[in-house]
């Protein structure tokens, strides 16, 4: 089979300056040109995937469609669908899911070579850095290459150089250049610009000292992405071509935009896919579908109202705690022509002061967040109740469908106490247990429900009205269920049973009977949604949302 082409994008100077947004533009650049990729994430932290991080040290963990079982020993077999969250804007932006495999961590890395030196694989062979471990990381990349007939492969990779987590990762890419053809391969550095506005000058050294810490490790980047406020000087671009030992054609700018969907369209005008066809001898015909993309960015740019949504829940203190989320409420508002402006409301702060639920009556909807334990949830169960008592369109997620169950049950079935095990182990009603697969679980990584699964949706529901099919496939990523029992008594008091999974044994959504718009869902259908191709379900409260605050 025909190796694909291989682009690695590095990182210099700071984290959190785009990489993987302008991985995924690329990406998008090169389908447009007519070419099959997919995108690889290195993260060199030593967890094995992200599923126990805190979000709001680290961001979501994105949930992939599919699972990834890798048997690094013949005795042990590890599972997971929990990636890094740049998965979601390789998503959103190639439009299509990719599978957890291209999710590399260091944990995985050495966890693979320290079972297979415990089983004697290395008999005789001091076990080291070099060649053991930039040897399975570069028998991991090629794992993605093998799986699917490819054109090219993104490969980003996590951190800045310099770091000494990801130095192992610098000394395989070095490795790997020399091992295939000079054509074959491309480094794309990612690096911060500054603009000082005293001298009214944009800051190259940075640059420089990130470009000069790569060439130590005997990496010489090919492309330079420059990430500022402002777009890229020309005096800039040539002081940084000088100094990276590439043409001033190949730097290329990044400056602070409206819109993130309108990276590409920026790229494109700078010539950078033409580069990198050049570098890379591909030859390909004119873009195509890029006048598709561009009246997408033009939904979030030009938009004809403004609609407030409040996201409640407990980690608020990061925007990237919920960026799936936010994207899908922005990608339902664009397609009805309105921005959506999203408050964070924290619940803990509602636990302190009550009088702040009288604040939710100024947005449009709310939204009730993911989350796991006992911290600000009685914020959202009020939360969940106050929207039941005011009619305001309400959408919960995961925990937050779990929530607005306590609270109907509390206050609608008067049944005093009833919460989640998880949050009280002693209710005396556990409306809200472990999935009984769960109960002899102990170990933490990758153990929940995870990944894609089918669910049933009942007919005259706003389930059904969203997605008008009975049978449809959404991700999840939960331990805690609604227990049927309690759902089945709930409906005698109004509570609409809407969705469950093939067997009717997992309780999928619920929806509340002669209000106007109030759902809560197990699965996370935000990890579905694209800018061109929104989710039904966000769609849908979106447009209640509207409907409620134009009325």
Not at 32 to 51: H, Q, T
Not at 394 to 414: D, E, N, P, V, W
Not at 527 to 539: C, G, I, K, M, V
Request: aromatic share 8%.
């Amino acid at each position: 089979m025909k190796m694909p082409k291989f682009i690695f994008v590095t990182g210099g100077v700071l984290s959190g300056i785009g990489k993987g947004v302008t991985t995924a533009s690329i990406a998008k650049l090169l389908q447009f040109r007519g070419y099959n990729v997919d995108l690889v994430k290195i993260d060199p932290y030593l967890n094995v995937d992200p599923g126990t991080l805190n979000p709001v040290e680290h961001g979501e963990p994105f949930v992939t469609d599919e699972l990834y079982e890798f048997c690094p020993a013949p005795s042990f077999t590890y599972r997971t669908a929990e990636v890094d969250q740049d998965f979601g804007t390789y998503e959103r932006f190639v439009g299509r899911p990719i599978h957890p495999r291209n999710n590399i961590t260091s944990g995985q890395i050495y966890l693979s070579v320290i079972l297979q030196e415990r089983l004697g694989k290395f008999l005789g062979s001091t076990v080291q850095i070099i060649p053991h471990i930039t040897n399975e990381i570069k028998r991991r990349i090629l794992e993605v290459a093998d799986a699917q007939k490819l054109d090219v492969i993104l490969i980003e990779v996590g951190g800045t150089a310099g770091d000494i987590e990801g130095a192992p990762f610098l000394e395989a890419i070095r490795q790997f250049r020399l091992e295939v053809p000079r054509q074959d391969t491309l480094l794309v550095h990612v690096t911060l610009v500054p603009y000082l506005p005293a001298v009214d000058e944009m800051k190259t050294k940075p640059t420089q000292h990130s470009v000069k810490e790569l060439l130590s490790v005997g990496l010489q980047p090919d492309l330079i992405v420059a990430r500022g406020k402002r777009q890229l000087t020309e005096s800039a671009r040539r002081k940084i071509a000088l100094y990276s030992n590439i043409p001033k054609e190949a730097v290329i700018s990044n400056p602070d935009l409206e819109e993130i969907y309108e990276l590409p369209i920026r790229f494109y005008e700078q010539g950078l896919d033409a580069y990198i066809l050049q570098r890379l001898e591909m030859v390909a015909g004119p873009p195509r579908a890029m006048e598709k993309w561009r009246e997408i960015v033009q939904r979030f740019t030009k938009t004809k109202e403004r609609i407030r949504i409040a996201m409640a829940g407990k980690y608020m203190r990061m925007g990237d705690t919920y960026i799936s989320i936010c994207e899908a409420l922005r990608h339902a508002g664009a397609q009805e022509g309105a921005a959506v402006e999203i408050d964070m409301v924290d619940t803990e702060d509602i636990e302190q002061n009550p009088a702040l639920l009288e604040g939710l009556k100024e947005y449009g909807g709310v939204l009730s967040t993911p989350g796991f334990g006992s911290r600000g949830t009685e914020g959202m169960i009020q939360t969940a109740w106050k929207c039941i008592e005011e009619d305001l369109p309400y959408l919960g997620i995961c925990f937050g469908s779990q929530m607005l169950f306590t609270a109907f049950c509390r206050y609608s079935m008067g049944l005093k106490g009833a919460n989640s095990t998880e949050i009280d182990p002693q209710t005396p009603h556990p409306v809200v247990d472990l999935l009984p697969e769960q109960r002899q679980i102990t170990e933490k990584g990758a153990t929940m429900r995870l990944g894609g699964h089918p669910i049933v949706v009942r007919p005259k529901t706003r389930l059904f009205e969203a997605y008008k099919k009975k049978n449809i496939r959404e991700r999840f990523r939960h331990r805690y269920h609604l227990m049927p029992k309690y759902v089945e008594k709930a409906t005698e008091k109004g509570l609409v049973l809407s969705a469950t999974d093939k067997s009717g044994r997992i309780v999928n959504a619920i929806e509340v009977a002669d209000k106007y718009w109030i759902v809560g869902v197990q699965c996370h259908p935000e990890f579905t949604s694209r800018p061109d191709a929104p989710n039904p379900l966000y769609l849908a409260f979106i447009r209640a949302a509207l409907k409620r605050q134009q009325h």
